[in-house]
């Protein structure tokens, strides 16, 4: 017999004093499972139940193609390497960014960068897919992205909105892989749209007649496909679902202030940031949006100051946006590429990829801005200080997240897979 619990925030004890549902779960699960009123399923169910009601989420903001650390948050000061970039100062005493992000610069508290990520893959597809996955590809074994994981963890059971969305990008690396097509993303091309084929053709009652009636037409198909068919199946359920939900209002910016929208700016980035914030309001727990064109082989410093001019602005008025909501403390916000770019520029006034050692983002989710973790030699060449490999990145992501890193799901080849295999957390971080 399973112990029944009501989901209740607070329990009244007999003294008089409140304690919260987490306490009173933990304090209950040994005797419970002692006296065998609460089976181990019951209290993992209960623990899952409880981590989803946290309201965790992440905006994973992703520079498609390897961003330059030179020419964005890790500036070379007095070495030739630097190029043209110049650093300014930021909000927080001691902390230096390059000059392409004068707006991060007044919010660098909000914000802590690690400077020592360091990485083997300077291929654009598998280190895509490392950075996306936490492992790097095989034949036999499609990873799921962090962002299908933090959907298969934590997102709220019922939700009519998916709860993995990408904004602005394609790619096979950022997939639900073996958890299956119910956790694949959902793309958004243009931000500012209502999302491609939403709205029904017809009125509801003979749309919902057409659904009960491709049902019947596949039946036989199904018998024959079983696999197959479900997937079909479970993608037009879900799809059926977030048509016909009220959330759908979630995806229209027109009902933003023109102040808000303002704050944000006008490109489709910027409203891909104030997109993922009204999504994590509506219980979205992981959106992607993604910024194109950051290989940057040649005319490096023109190109990364243009590129930084259309982030700058949006990844600013975000954290801000989060903050002034009273969603920052739960909402991580990362900032990444797939790798940095070389110290030396090349003939053609370019940097090429460089795996070796690269920076990243956090802010928000529990970690501590206004702090920069690691660094490297003089030249930027090698991580001199606290190296961070992709496996403490993503135990690091997952810590914030408050998802058990060890947690394996069973893999399409009948292999159990850790969500991160090895690395630790960069506690630093969260001091």
């Not at 003294?15 to 209950?28: Q, T």
Request: aromatic share 6%.
């Amino acid at each position: 017999m399973s112990l029944q619990l009501h989901r209740c925030v607070k329990v009244q004890t007999a003294a008089g004093g409140i304690v919260s549902r987490r306490d009173f779960l933990r304090g209950i699960s040994t005797a419970a499972l002692a006296t065998g009123t609460l089976t181990w399923t019951d209290l993992i169910t209960l623990k899952a139940d409880e981590l989803r009601k946290q309201g965790r989420a992440c905006i994973l903001l992703y520079m498609q193609g390897g961003p330059s650390q030179f020419e964005t948050f890790s500036p070379l000061i007095g070495h030739p390497n630097g190029g043209e970039t110049k650093s300014i100062k930021t909000n927080v005493n001691g902390i230096e960014i390059a000059e392409n992000l004068p707006n991060l610069a007044k919010v660098a508290d909000k914000y802590a960068i690690v400077r020592s990520m360091t990485s083997k893959e300077g291929s654009h597809p598998r280190a895509s897919y490392l950075l996306h996955t936490g492992y790097l590809p095989t034949a036999s074994v499609k990873h799921p992205a962090i962002g299908a994981l933090a959907a298969h963890e934590i997102a709220m059971p019922g939700s009519e909105l998916p709860s993995y969305v990408r904004v602005g990008g394609r790619g096979g690396f950022a997939t639900g892989g073996f958890l299956g097509v119910k956790y694949d993303p959902f793309d958004i091309a243009n931000p500012t749209q209502p999302p491609n084929n939403t709205r029904p053709a017809t009125e509801v009652a003979r749309y919902q007649r057409r659904l009960g009636l491709l049902d019947k037409l596949q039946s036989d198909f199904a018998r024959e496909n079983p696999q197959t068919a479900a997937d079909h199946k479970q993608l037009y359920d879900r799809a059926a679902q977030m048509i016909l939900s009220k959330d759908m209002t979630t995806f229209d910016l027109t009902k933003e202030t023109d102040k808000t929208r303002e704050a944000y700016g006008s490109s489709n980035f910027a409203s891909g940031c104030l997109l993922a914030r009204r999504l994590v309001e509506a219980g979205v727990p992981f959106i992607e949006v993604v910024s194109n064109g950051w290989d940057t082989h040649d005319d490096v410093f023109a190109r990364v100051k243009t590129l930084c001019a259309g982030i700058d602005q949006p990844m600013a008025a975000l954290l801000n946006d989060l903050s002034e909501r009273g969603l920052l403390d739960s909402t991580l916000v990362v900032w990444m590429g797939e790798f940095g770019r070389t110290p030396n520029v090349n003939p053609r006034g370019g940097r090429d990829h460089y795996p070796r050692a690269f920076n990243v983002v956090l802010g928000g989710g529990g970690v501590r801005g206004g702090q920069v973790i690691g660094a490297t030699d003089k030249s930027g060449s090698s991580v001199d200080k606290r190296p961070v490999t992709v496996a403490d990145f993503f135990q690091t992501i997952c810590h914030s997240l408050k998802i058990d890193a060890a947690k394996e799901n069973m893999s399409g080849i009948g292999r159990p897979i850790k969500i991160v295999d090895g690395g630790e957390p960069v506690r630093e971080l969260f001091g």
